[in-house]
């Protein structure tokens, strides 16, 4: 029933800030999982945050390439998490949530790209009433909120095909067979997506230097 789910605690520098309670960060994750589920023990909850978000972040990110959607997707996945309830995993926690936020960052997505479109629409009716034939079809120039690092951008470039192996292989330090699991995929289509996708990936010598 819904009227059983707590309100999800807020995911802030205070959420996982200072040290865990011994007891809870000795737990392994299945167990600290359990604990959460069973009790919503917000010690623990505090305790998954803190594992997690990193690698919750950088599964975002691999998916959209998009530093303020990625944390959008990292808050939602966590909500999430706090409705979930599931008795028993058949996976580790860890390949659990990769699919949870993974899901969560494809929905996001079509969310974003259909307000997108919509916002789009709206403006240019606006502007038909306004500007002539010309000034209808004139280029609205793309400019970043923010400057990004050359490695960010350049995986913000790839496709999610190559970018969420490289981000897994590379920042998480996954082996190329752990990460076919998580994506699906044997452990030489990972080895040829990341192929693919490293040169383009990696900064110019004249962007290193």
Not at 43 to 68: L, N, S
Not at 91 to 96: G, P, Y
């Amino acid at each position: 029933m819904a009227d059983d789910v707590r309100d999800p605690m807020p995911i802030t520098s205070d959420t996982v800030a200072g040290p865990s309670q011994p007891a809870v960060a000795a737990l392994e994750d299945a167990a600290l999982v359990e604990r959460y589920w069973r009790a919503r023990s917000q010690e623990a909850f505090a305790e998954i945050v803190r594992r997690y978000q990193d690698f919750a972040f950088r599964t975002a990110f691999a998916c959209c390439g998009k530093q303020e959607l990625a944390e959008d997707i990292v808050q939602e996945a966590f909500v999430q998490l706090t409705r979930s309830k599931v008795e028993t995993l058949n996976v580790s926690f860890r390949a659990w949530f990769f699919g949870l936020v993974s899901n969560v960052a494809r929905h996001q997505m079509r969310t974003e790209r259909r307000t997108a479109l919509r916002t789009r629409s709206r403006r240019y009716q606006l502007e038909a009433q306004d500007m002539n034939a010309a000034r209808q079809h004139e280029a609205q120039p793309l400019v970043d909120r923010e400057t990004r690092s050359s490695i960010t951008e350049a995986l913000g470039k790839l496709d999610e095909v190559h970018r969420v192996p490289l981000v897994l292989h590379y920042i998480e330090g996954l082996p190329q067979g752990e990460v076919g699991k998580l994506v699906g995929v044997s452990q030489s289509m990972v080895a040829r997506r990341i192929a693919q996708g490293l040169l383009p990936a990696l900064p110019s010598p004249s962007q290193v230097l």
